[in-house]
């Protein structure tokens, strides 16, 4: 069993897995014991597979995992943890923008006795989305952190039996707690290749995020309903008094139709709130696997199908 494991996703990076290797090595050379780089192909459309083919064929301590489709990078990272064989497993991305010498630092973290390290940019101030989400959740993510950590097998084996669709890796692993310890670094630029996350994708990740550890929407909607409802109550208290003082109430148009109004729109965002949650339990139980993979590249394993 090697000591360290390095998992790659990787959605179209063919300019960047050769670079990334290079600079991988040196570190394990620096850092010693051995080492395995696994990189999981995550349906790449331009020549990453054949990239890594190669890099696979001239040094075995190489792996690839390719998954049949684009399953994301969420599910990919999914299935680099589930394949990698190391004591302890490190994340990163395949566009260099995670420095490769902070792995020196994780795992001198690591032999101080830490269960995770991750990665946090420096000098960055915790975007307004991570602020809402920490409110909003239960477990607290570190400001800025990024998918860019180091886990010990322990670690490994609890994110394993985490079998949930809807994936929110940074939020599960601070809900899986363990000693945790942060390590700074400067943000770069992306090597080569374009980013593949969408603005679109993006959004409705947080939206996950926040949906897969907070019950606060599902209370905030009752909160709303219940406010509507006092509202309602106290007019009708009102209604009763001066009808009882024989006031002239013969104008109500306009409270009637505003009250429609309100009480419609608070049932729709009701139901909307609900339907997301729904929408999610759906996706649950439907127990689909995470990803497939259609092949495996190196590190004497055959090729084959197999899933989770
Ligand atoms: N990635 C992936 N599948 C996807 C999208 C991205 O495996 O569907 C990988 C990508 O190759 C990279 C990492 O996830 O290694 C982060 O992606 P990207 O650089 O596009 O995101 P950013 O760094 O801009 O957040
Ligand atoms: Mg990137």
């Known amino acids: 069993m090697p000591r360290l494991s390095v998992v790659i996703p990787c959605y179209n990076e063919a300019e960047n897995v050769a670079e990334l290797y290079g600079q991988l090595c040196e570190v394990v050379s620096c850092v010693g014991g051995d080492a395995e780089f696994l990189f999981v192909d995550d349906g790449s459309r331009d020549g990453t597979l054949a990239r890594l083919r190669d890099l696979a064929g001239r040094d075995a301590r190489v792996r690839a995992v390719s998954l049949s489709r684009n399953f994301g990078h969420q599910a990919a990272l999914s299935a680099g943890i589930d394949h990698a064989r190391g004591d302890a497993v490190v994340v990163m991305d395949a566009d260099l923008q995670h420095p490769p010498e902070l792995i020196r630092r994780f795992v001198e973290r690591w032999a101080e006795g830490y269960d995770i390290v991750y990665a946090y940019r420096e000098g960055v101030k915790p975007r307004l989305g991570y602020r809402i989400i920490n409110r909003l959740m239960r477990v607290r993510i570190p400001p800025e952190s990024a998918d860019f950590r180091l886990m010990d097998r322990r670690v490994v084996e609890a994110f394993r039996h985490m079998p949930e669709r809807t994936r929110f890796i940074r939020g599960m692993l601070s809900w899986l707690g363990f000693r945790q310890a942060g390590v700074g670094y400067q943000d770069r630029e992306r090597f080569a290749g374009q980013r593949a996350y969408t603005l679109h994708q993006t959004a409705r990740m947080a939206l996950n995020a926040v949906l897969s550890f907070s019950i606060i929407p599902l209370r905030l909607a009752s909160l709303l309903g219940l406010v509507t409802l006092l509202a309602g109550l106290a007019y009708a208290v009102y209604v009763l008094f001066a009808w009882w003082n024989g006031w002239n109430l013969a104008r109500g148009w306009p409270a009637l139709i505003m009250t429609i109004l309100i009480l419609g729109g608070v049932q729709l965002i009701c139901l909307g709130i609900i339907a997301e949650y729904i929408g999610r339990v759906f996706e649950e139980v439907k127990h ?20 989770r």
Request: charged share 25%; net charge negative.
């Open 288 to 307: 689909r696997p995470l990803y497939v993979v259609r092949e495996e590249v190196g590190g004497g394993s055959e090729t084959g199908t197999s899933a």
